[in-house]
């Protein structure tokens, strides 16, 4: 017998902060949500707002660290690391790791854990080295609790301003096939060049990498588009949290039996406040980051969530109380960005 998976429906709340995005900034970095590579005459009227304003705007709003876009490919082992920090070491720590390519994640965290950083590496073999020989040797890290990713269920990059309607989301066109004479396997410099340029910056004109590694740009074109059509290459638009609506962060450790797990999953990736799902090998085998619209939500969700999951229970929780690193960014104090890590 089929049963329906269970429903979570977004929390009714208020923002409790303002901020300096206005409307067009908004309908912009949504639809850059949606393709972040789409060029300023297609989204002009989507938006609403000639190219050039848009092209201006987007310069103004990824100076100021407000936005920015990331390529990245998806690879490899994930994992979830907890590290506890003496006091004395805390920043000298966070600073070395946020320079570490293989975390896409680093932040300071209340309650059981100093830092809590998301890790991509090769293989499980990888993610032992890494712990062991790599943390290991940083002074100041007391302890460290590994929980290995089984699968993401959903991740940032899914995440919406949800400032466009429906029908203008469907306006926005879908990122270009490959060339039908475009070879079907990227040769190793042409990836290695698009990856480099697209992890700092997802709107990296083809002229300027083609320029850079002097391949010719219709390899590089071929190659972007080759790579984005078998998921391979991912890119995402993001904003600085505390500009974005939803200026509150937590972590949520979740114990759940497996039939839950499996018959949320879509339930999950429909909720607005989770922007990390990943089901987890480890005590806690469901694992969620989310953001929020204020501190007492943080109780309201975890009413709503251990509902919607039956026979869940939130074993432990964590407030985000600095984002040092996402993706390729450093972040500051004011969750905006400093530039890239690398």
Known sequence: MQTRPPQM????TTPQ???PLDTVDRRLLHALQIDPRASW???APVVGVDAA???RRWERLRASGTAWATGYRRHGQGALVEIECSPSHLQATAAALSRDDRLIVLDDTSGGRDLLTTLF????ASVSEYVVEGLGAIEGVRS???HVVNEVLTDGGAWRLRDLTAAETARIPRPRPPRPRAARTVPVEVRTAIERELWRDARTPISEIATRYDIAAQRISDGIATLRASGELLLRTDVARAYSGWPVYAWYFVEAPARTIDAARTAIAKVPEVRLAVASSSRFNLILAVWLRSLPDVNRFEIALEAALPGARIADRSVVLRIRKPMNQLIGPDTRSLGPAN
């Open 9 to 12: 429906t977004p929390l009714q």
């Open 17 to 19: 902060q303002t901020t």
């Open 41 to 43: 005459s297609d989204l």
């Open 53 to 55: 304003t848009l092209g």
């Open 121 to 124: 590496v090769p293989d499980l």
């Open 144 to 146: 460290v609790r590994t």
